[in-house]
């Protein structure tokens, strides 16, 4: 419920203890950054897709960033 979460959240946190997230609101935040600014991938990654999409006669999109 929204009582229960504002609840979490509002909690006095411990010493150490810099952000108080209730279980999925990290992916959720996780989820809205990478929408706005793409996904990070490691340079392997990169690298075989971008051979993937050549051995499929297919241009791999340039990095946004």
Request: net charge negative; with cysteine; proline share 6%.
């Amino acid at each position: 419920s929204d009582w229960l979460v504002s609840t979490c959240l509002a909690s006095e946190k411990r010493p150490g203890v810099d952000e108080i997230l209730v279980p999925g609101q990290r992916e959720m935040i996780l989820r809205e950054e990478a929408l706005r600014s793409g996904l990070k991938l490691n340079q392997g990654t990169v690298e075989s897709l971008v051979g993937l999409a050549d051995r499929c006669g297919l241009t791999a999109p340039a990095p946004i960033g």
